[in-house]
């Protein structure tokens, strides 16, 4: 069985599951409000950001602190008990199937899935800026390119974090233990990215490149400057090692 066929496997499972419905709760928890307060971007602020910008990067920042990596927790936890359940898992393994491809297959659904949510949230973000335009008699829209552009970016940014959680979940069988810790590592990337080691701690890398547009949308672009190097090597790095791990240690639980 190869990757390609692991992967039509586990794409069929995914459709049988609710996991794309947790997709959508975070953007509408975030967009609701956003169209609702549209009216304070444009009272302006000590930035200085204009109020189409102020729009785009306020839904975007809860998207990119919390929302983004508390819905890929969730998603690790989930692609690993949908096998666990009824041995599943087990039973894939005494089939003639590499458990390194079958760790990858679902470490690309669960990319598909980031990549659909940042998709759907692009694909709000037009109608309710359109609202939010006709709210306030002034154009919240921001050009196609751009938005694209930074969710493009940020799906990128987000790879080594992706590979941080998969491995958690991996070697936490326990959903309580890899939750716990997967939620719990977000909350500290505010503090951490603000020190000169932010760079080694993936789950900022989202937030911190978001925060980087909101200085250059500003008066103060000098606040937060994303260098390549270090960041680049580190996180290829990091990546490499996170899924390395995960490939070694997945189903190793359901082996003994």
Known sequence: MNFLI???????????????????????????PNILNSGMVMDGNAMGIAPENDFFIQAFLGLAWFMYPATL?????????????NHGLLKMLSLPVSSVQLCLAKFVVLLLLAAVQLVLMDLMYFPCAIIASEMNHYQLLLSPSLVFQQTGLLFLSSLPMAALYWMVAVLFTTPVFSIGIGLASIVPSVLIMNTDLWYCYPPCYPFFLLTVLQGEMSRSSDTFLWEWVPFLPVAAALFAVFLTLSCICFGRAERR
Do not use: D
């Open 73 to 85: 927790v969730i998603g690790t936890v989930l692609l690993c008990q949908t096998e666990r359940n």
């Open 6 to 32: 692991l992967l039509k496997v586990e794409l069929k499972k995914l459709r049988r599951s609710h996991i794309i419905w947790i997709l959508l709760v975070p953007l509408i928890i975030l967009w609701i």
